[in-house]
């Protein structure tokens, strides 16, 4: 079976930061690209930073580029996201998220095949 497991969001101040974890499991973790989107209510997902395991290429989405960083630890099976000066802004429910590397699909959500829980993070002013 299949798993993502996010964990690490929490209440942070602004310019503070967090390490979200997404634990994986059922999947041969090396053939597969994981991405990080994040979601506020009435908004559409939004693409956040991506690992895309055909050449090895990690992309960020504009708004955290130089703020956020992906990495990724293949004996834990687990993809972390450092976020560093966090901003108010970057409230939302962050979502990891995995596809084939086969499938280049950037941060087009509903191309990515499986899907964590989810955590919140929430950064106050």
């Known amino acids: 079976e299949v798993q993502l497991q996010a964990s690490g969001g929490g209440l942070v101040q602004a310019g503070g930061s967090l390490r979200l974890s997404c634990a994986t499991s059922g999947f041969s973790f090396d053939d597969y690209s994981i991405a990080w989107f994040r979601q506020v209510p009435g908004k559409d997902r939004e693409g956040v930073s991506r690992f895309w395991s055909a050449d090895g290429s990690t992309d960020y989405a504009d708004s955290v580029r130089g703020r956020f960083t992906l990495s990724r630890d293949s004996a834990e099976r687990t993809v972390y996201l450092q976020m560093n000066s966090l901003k108010p802004e970057d409230t939302a429910v962050y979502y990891c998220?995995?596809?084939?590397?086969?499938?280049?699909?950037?941060?087009?959500?509903?191309?990515?095949?499986?899907w964590g829980q989810g955590t919140l993070v929430t950064v106050s002013s």
């Open positions: 998220a995995a596809v084939h590397w086969a499938f280049d699909a950037a941060f087009r959500s509903d191309e990515y095949k499986y």
